[in-house]
């Protein structure tokens, strides 16, 4: 499977392993997304809440990982190679170009654009619940797409405290 068009995947998994590595993925891209929306943001409430949430997504992705190794021993044996052969003694130190900081209006494209990845996630999710046999796994999974409502509910709030428009009946 390739995620090389706009990070959608380019074919259908077929194991829990694929589907746990699809789940994967798509927790890196959420937090990907938030580090960038937390880079140009100068809004400071509106990053605490872009980096909460960038949080769980770090969460999700190992709650992921650790059903794949319980179920993958491949996996799970790389993991203890890893742990033997990567060494970094230092937290890395990067400078990164100057980003232009975001407008209001950019602003409100980017919790958009979030809330769009939460629901593209809890779709997905719950797909994966309708495939997988496993109880625990779908307990995993079901336990991290409830943490992806509450960040649609959080990022709604967000745009309708920001938004001089309104969104219909929400408040």
Excluded: W
Excluded at 132 to 151: A, G, L, P, Q, S
């Amino acid at each position: 499977m390739s995620y090389t068009t706009n990070r959608q995947p380019q074919g259908l998994s077929k194991s829990t392993e694929s589907l746990l590595r699809e789940g994967m993925i798509g927790e890196v891209v959420a937090i990907n997304d938030y580090s960038y929306f937390i880079g140009v943001t100068e809004n400071k409430d509106v990053r605490e809440l872009f980096h909460h949430i960038m949080e769980d997504e770090k969460r999700h992705y190992g709650m992921f990982l650790e059903a794949l190794r319980r179920i993958d021993k491949e996996e799970e044996e790389l993991q203890q190679e890893a742990k033997e052969h990567v060494v970094i003694k230092n937290k890395l130190k990067c400078k990164t170009e100057n980003k232009k900081k975001a407008s209001s209006h950019d602003i409100l494209v980017f919790i958009r654009d979030a809330i769009k990845a939460e629901l593209e996630a809890i779709i997905l999710y719950d797909s994966l619940t309708e495939i997988i046999e496993d109880e625990v796994i779908n307990r995993i999974i079901k336990d991290i797409t409830k943490d992806e409502k509450e960040h649609v509910e959080e990022l709604t709030r967000a745009l309708i405290i920001l938004d001089n428009d309104t969104y219909g009946p929400i408040e």
